[in-house]
């Protein structure tokens, strides 16, 4: 999706201050889509609110009246099991009208979020980022609600594409993003993990076996990302008839590596689903 990188007018608001918040408010930071004076966050701890204005300058409250009343775009940075409450608890301060709200809350479905608030019409964007925005390289599927129009999930893609790349999808796919990119890191750490585990078994220094592996995917993630050639093509650039890479990738097939990948995000995608009811 095409997005406008410039300054936004007004105020962005963080109900919650977590990773994730702290996440974002760094990315629109850094493309200057807003400055730390239209940047407002809400959380009761007082550690990550002397947190977030200690790192990036912003203004948090213990009190929400203040976001809901100067901001217009909302982020709702929130655990999925608070969602109702806090909804609930800030009803009455938000204008259909004026407010946009962009829920990052795992499993809770642009409807649950607009009937919790209805007859009011609330303007809803639904998000499923990954932890790699807390290095501002996340992959991020976006879902517009009921009353959500283009210029909302323009702002909303913005706000996301400060922090990695963005996708648009039907909501109805978010279960299956979740499963992919959103737990797909944890499949590529324990990947990273047995990788170094390997190279310390033939005989490396631990040291030297983590170097080697996070560079190895490094630089092959770059190769995939610069090259015009499927991964298959480039698999098969370094596979040599009867050499040490075919003999390794027999071992991989044998154990049904790919397929236990597969089965990996299939079963982190009926668990989405599970939990979305």
Not at 32 to 52: F, H, N, T, V
Request: glycine share 10%; hydrophobic share 45%.
């Amino acid at each position: 999706m095409m997005t406008t990188r410039q300054k936004k007018p007004g105020f962005i608001g963080f109900i919650g201050g977590g990773q994730m918040a702290a996440a974002l408010i760094k990315g629109v930071l850094a493309a200057g889509l807003y400055q730390a004076e239209q940047i407002m966050a809400l959380d009761p701890s007082k550690q990550r609110r002397e947190l977030l204005t200690k790192c990036h300058g912003i203004r948090c409250f213990t009190d929400g009246r203040a976001l809901w009343e100067q901001c217009s775009l909302l982020i709702l940075a929130i655990k999925p099991q608070i969602m109702e409450l806090v909804l609930t608890q800030h009803q009455e301060h938000i204008d259909e009208q004026k407010h946009l709200l962009i829920s990052m809350a795992a499993g809770i479905s642009l409807a649950f979020i607009e009937n919790t608030l209805a007859p009011k019409r609330v303007k809803v964007v639904r998000v499923m980022p990954n932890t790699p925005a807390l290095v501002l390289a996340a992959a991020s599927a976006l879902s517009p609600g009921a009353y959500a129009g283009d210029q909302e999930l323009r702002l909303a893609a913005d706000i996301f594409a400060a922090v990695g790349r963005t996708v648009v999808l039907p909501e109805s796919a978010l279960d299956a993003v979740t499963g992919l990119s959103g737990s797909g890191p944890a499949y590529v750490f324990t990947f990273l993990e047995a990788l170094i585990d390997g190279g310390i078994k033939v005989g490396l220094s631990r040291e030297v076996a983590g170097m080697l592996a996070r560079q190895t995917i490094l630089g092959a993630m770059r190769l995939v990302e610069e090259s015009d050639q499927s991964p298959a093509e480039l698999r098969a650039m370094v596979t040599s008839p009867g050499g040490t890479t075919i003999s390794g990738l027999h071992t991989l097939e044998r154990g049904a590596f790919r397929s236990l990948v597969m089965d990996a995000v299939e079963a982190a995608t009926r668990r989405s689903a599970e939990l979305g009811r």
